[in-house]
Nanobody, 127 residues
Framework: QVQLVQSGGGLVQPGGSLRLSCAAS????????AGWFRQAPGKEREGVSC????????YYVDSVKGRFTISRDNAKNTVYLQMNDLKPEDTAVYYC????????????????????WGEGAQVIVSS
């Protein structure tokens, strides 16, 4: 079981940028695919992006494509989500998670495909 610790998040104006980090305090993150999810108030948790450990393949939902970038530094046991051109609709609590395998699951936006979860980080996009 991988233990995940998140950092980053905060308040930013529309059009601004933030970077979220997700580090494994226990376990080896590099053995697992890693995903980012978000949950806005009153809404279900939704998948945003995933990165495979096998070949570094990345996947994004349409709403963040071209604005968000997922990456990983296996030497640091850390996964990142760089968020640019943020919009008010990006406001949510963001969670990182690891999958059971090295490849992103075909349903990478489904939270049930992931096993270990970070504690969440609040992102507020507002002027």
């Amino acid at each position: 079981q991988v233990q995940l610790v998140q950092s980053g998040g905060g308040l930013v104006q529309p059009g601004g940028s933030l970077r979220l980090s997700c580090a494994a305090s226990e376990g080896h993150l590099d053995y697992h695919a890693a995903g980012w999810f978000r949950q806005a108030p009153g809404k279900e948790r939704e998948g945003v992006s995933c990165i495979s450990s096998f070949d570094g393949s990345t996947y994004y939902v349409d709403s963040v494509k071209g604005r968000f970038t997922i990456s990983r530094d296996n030497a640091k046991n850390t996964v990142y989500l760089q968020m640019n051109d943020l919009k008010p609709e990006d406001t949510a609590v963001y969670y990182c998670a690891t999958g059971p395998f090295g490849r992103c699951p075909s349903g990478y936006t489904n939270s049930r495909r992931f096993r270990s979860w970070g504690e969440g980080a609040q992102v507020i996009v507002s002027s």
